[in-house]
């Protein structure tokens, strides 16, 4: 079988760190690959106008598979002034990388599992009865619809003309908005279609169907935002009262699941939501099993066959500055085990998730986050392990 090619797309900051050890443990676990660089982030669009080159774009067309790092994006104006002084003033606006590709790629599915690991220090603990300490296991998996909603781009300051007459069509627009100069608006659309919906919507049902779980919840607000909200849940209902009768449907606004969610979060199991809405339960539930640091995703499209797996966390670029970098990787590695899971390669993920898991539960490796430390630089100094000393850990295990 001849050795799969994996693009590497280490992006900003800490995303070079944690993507280099994570093939280290990839390279330890048996997994035969070639990695090769492409070129996405910050320093791209400084000196080149464009934070995802067209180069890039045909690596992952060739090769389909990409582990990615982290990103760096900062507002309009200060992406602007970064930019080299020979492409100023062209008209080049930022955005990005990571959600263009999502969209170049039609990469609309999006999974960001959330489970708990025994004996992570930072997993989520409550009072039960007669105050005993209960630490519940979380096993969550959320779907979020990946290239839609308020992420979908499609917005105005001062909206062109044909625009604005559009809104004033609407009453309740000519109501609240109708009276203030169009140059003081601004416009930002939450577009949904039921092509992508149905899609979303059918691969949590089949994750819950292929794993067991009892329920998939939409999360959303159906009652205050009626068309968008609303047709996700209806579909919802037709698709889980034709295909899927065994599995339960249940129905939650995004703010009291925001609730919930630390009130009782062993009680969800697949959890499908929109584009804003998912982000913001991911990160939620992320909270519950240590912090971004073991939060991982996958998105793809199941047609192409063409996946990137990334960890939620940000490109942290105080961190990436430090000269042993301390950042948990775990977040990272966990999303190579997904990379993995998408490839059919499950035996060599499971390998890997085991050996975290036994990192974890020995309790004798822990980086700064888990020993509850702020992130300095003497971290390391004070008995939290780096990086590389954690990514060594997992791969003694194996």
Known sequence: MAKRTIVSLPGDGIGRTVLDDTIRVLDASGFDAEYVEGDIGWEFWRNEGNPLPD??????NKHKIALFGAITSKPKDAATEELDPSLRDKGLIY???????RQHFGLDICMRPCHSYNGNPLNFVRRGKGDDIEEPEVDVVI??????????????????????????????FVKNFGETPKDEISVSTRIFTKKATERILR??????????????????????IRETSGMMYK?????QKTD???????????????????KNPENYGVIVAGNMFGDIVSDGFAGLIGGLGFACSAQFNPDSGIGVFEP????????????VSIVNPIAMIESACMMLDFIDENKIAAKIRKAVAEVIAEGKVKTYDMMKMSGRQDVVEKGAASTS??????IAKL
Request: net charge negative; proline share 7%; with cysteine.
């Open 143 to 172: 779907f979020r619809q990946n290239t839609e909603g308020l992420y979908g781009g499609v917005e105005w300051s001062d909206p062109p003309e044909q625009v604005y007459e559009a809104l004033m069509t609407h009453p309740k």
């Open 95 to 101: 955005s990005s990388p990571i959600v263009g590709l």
């Open 203 to 224: 691969a949590a049902f089949e994750h819950a169907k292929k794993y067991g779980y009892k329920s998939v919840t939409v999360c959303e607000k159906p009652n205050v």
């Open 312 to 323: 939620t966390h940000g490109s942290a670029p105080k961190y990436a500055d430090y000269p």
């Open 389 to 394: 000393q954690m990514a060594d850990a997992v």
């Open 244 to 262: 899927y009768p065994d599995i339960e449907l249940w129905n939650t606004n995004i703010d009291a699941q925001m609730m919930w969610l630390t």
């Open 55 to 60: 180069r890039t774009i045909d690596l992952l």
């Open 235 to 239: 579909m919802a209902q037709e698709i």
